[in-house]
C-alpha cells in the first residue's frame, strides 16, 4: 500500500496485490485520515485494481470505526474507489453507476483512474 498527496485537493491511496496485516491497513488509513485533516481536504482514491479483496475484519475495522463519526475526521469525506474490471464487471449496473452514502463517506465506485480523478476535480469545482 502506497499513498500520494496530491495538489490536486484529495489524496490518493494505491493497493498493491498480496497479503495485507490488519494493523498496516490501520496505521495507512489513521496516516491518511490525520493528512487530511491537516490539509483540510476530504476527498481519497482508492485504487483497488490490484488488491486482494477486504476481509471481514478489515471491513469492520473501516466501517465501524475508521469512518466512525464521532472520530476527528475532515468533514463530510467523498471517496472514488478504482476497481479491476473483471470486478467492476461483475457489479450490477446501478452500482457501477450509483453514488453511495455509508456512514460519513459519499462514494463512487469506478473501473479507470482518469475518471474518478475527474469526478474528484468536478466535485471541488460544484462545491
Request: proline letters at 6%.
Amino acid at each position: 500500500m502506497e499513498h500520494h498527496w496530491l495538489g490536486s485537493g484529495h489524496l490518493e491511496i494505491e493497493y498493491y496485490p498480496g497479503p495485507r496485516r490488519l494493523a498496516d491497513l490501520q496505521n495507512l488509513l489513521g496516516h491518511a485520515k490525520q493528512r487530511l485533516i491537516v490539509t483540510g481536504w476530504n476527498k481519497l482514491l482508492g485504487d483497488q485494481r490490484h488488491m486482494a479483496p477486504f476481509t471481514a475484519e478489515e471491513q469492520h475495522w473501516v466501517t465501524a470505526l475508521w469512518l466512525n463519526v464521532s472520530q476527528p475526521r475532515p468533514g463530510n469525506l467523498f471517496g472514488a474507489a478504482v476497481l479491476a474490471p473483471d470486478v467492476f464487471a461483475e457489479l450490477p449496473v446501478p452500482a457501477q453507476t450509483a453514488e453511495a452514502q455509508v456512514l460519513a463517506m459519499r462514494y463512487r465506485l469506478f473501473n479507470d483512474l482518469t475518471l474518478a480523478r475527474w469526478w474528484l476535480r468536478e466535485l471541488r469545482l460544484r462545491k
